[in-house]
């Protein structure tokens, strides 16, 4: 799914003067886009975009969160660790909008604790390098380094693990918050 056509449907999507049937095809071709698997790195081009509507980049940063939600291992390990760099240099950019920070803080997390719930020894070091690309956003910007860093403890939980993965996840976040 190319960014130009998320682009286009995203418009028709929110714009006041699409008739409802026409707004309703983009929300199921949105919907459908956000399912698949190439649809990763134009959902990105948009949230880095200065030239999208706040409401488009907010939709890919959203869309990008609910993918690393159901992500099980499909994008792989060394696309992930590269996604979530790019999600925390995108964070850092002075013209993102707060409420799409918000969305890409919680997506770069949510990706950081998959690959580090995904690797049981914690050698993907996605968690440490997910803490220090946080504590590096606060320096650019406290409030969006600090939403990365609550990103970070808040999705522990959501995390798709039994308890006792659950558990080690969360030991492994203390041991780094205290390392880091």
Known sequence: ????????????????SSPTNTRQQAMTFLAAAA??????ASCLELVQSTQDATETRYWAANA????????????GAEPRL?????????????TMPPSVAERVAVAAATLALRAESEDASGASGALEGATRLALDACQRDAARGLAFLRALADEVPAA???PPARRELEARAKRVARDV
């Open 35 to 40: 399912e698949q698997d190439g649809s990763w």
């Open 64 to 75: 990008l969160f609910a993918k690393a939600r159901r992500d099980r291992g499909g994008l």
């Open 160 to 162: 798709d693990l039994g």
């Open 82 to 94: 590269q996604l979530i760099q790019a999600l925390a240099t995108a964070l850092g950019a002075p």
């Open 1 to 16: 799914m190319a960014a130009h056509e998320l682009r286009a449907a995203c418009g028709a999507l929110y714009s006041p």
